[in-house]
């Protein structure tokens, strides 16, 4: 049984669904990358899964979210405090978001321990520091009585990963989280998040619009356009043979080693959130769009190891 099922997932933000029907599992050990450009869905869906959408104006309209054998729709909001921070943690994109300029990291930090494990002051405080080494922060000693404002932005993050670590979840969603970061940073900040997942044995769902980052760092791959799963697969598969034209655009997308000047093509048009077309919502970006794409949606089915929502897929044949 996965750690985390999600089954046709809806959510609605008034009279806009901007998820619909997403379905997604997760287990132990594994890193499940969610892409997609801005509007397909990614962080609403992580949203969902926190039981934050009351926050942003939505809710949760069908369908079901499976964590560790409890159903997550429709809970109590004092039972969903007590997994979030625990055994639920989100970690942001920007970290300023996240800590709060008037107090020290190190107590930040601390409050999630205290809060969560119930230790005492000293016993959090301990673990702080150990998690701020484990993070590769040099001088985790003189870093804990520092203000946010005292850091840089890469240190910054380390010490929102440890917060989302100093409550033992099981589960951390990370939402964009170098997106504010330079690229040398970026890498370290991911290679930490692997490292975490395979020497903690958590799951983490890495969310991004960079499929370089997902042939870096995860196994899994659910690719959303427009608040639809337009593929899944295992990372492997998705790079080997992408089904999808959408999933084909993406990874055209990627930077090549000695590319030449010019040659990296970017997917015409945009997907408005809400504004969405009949058929198959990715019909007027794709390249070998049929009159049946214009008409039918397409529904999510078996290609190859994964699953794809095309009526017109490229399937792999596997033995």
Sequence with gaps: ????????????????????????????????????????????????????????????????????????????EPAYRALRGQRLALITQNPMTSLDPMIKVGAQVDQVATLHLGLSDAAAKARTLDLLQQLRIPDAATVYHQYPHQMSGGMKQRVVIAMALAGDPDLIIADEPTTALDVTIQAQIIQILVDLVHSRGLALMLITH???????????????????????????????QPAHPYTRALIACIAQAGQRRGSLKGIPGVAGVGDYAPGCRYHPRCDPVQMLCQSDVPALRACGRGVVACHFAQCANHA
Aim: with cysteine.
């Design 1 to 76: 049984m996965a750690l985390l099922s999600v089954r046709d997932l809806c959510v609605s933000m008034g009279r806009v669904q901007p998820l619909d029907r997403i379905s997604l599992d997760l287990d132990k050990g594994q890193i499940l990358g969610v892409v997609g450009e801005s509007g397909s869905g990614k962080s609403l869906t992580a949203m969902a899964i926190m039981g934050l959408l009351p926050l942003m104006g939505g809710r949760i309209s069908g369908g079901a979210i499976q964590f560790g054998g409890t159903e997550l729709v429709g809970l109590a």
């Design 210 to 240: 960079d499929m370089g980052v997902v042939a870096q760092a995860c196994d899994k791959v659910v690719v959303l356009y427009a608040g639809r799963v337009a593929e899944s697969n295992t990372v492997h598969d998705i790079f080997a």
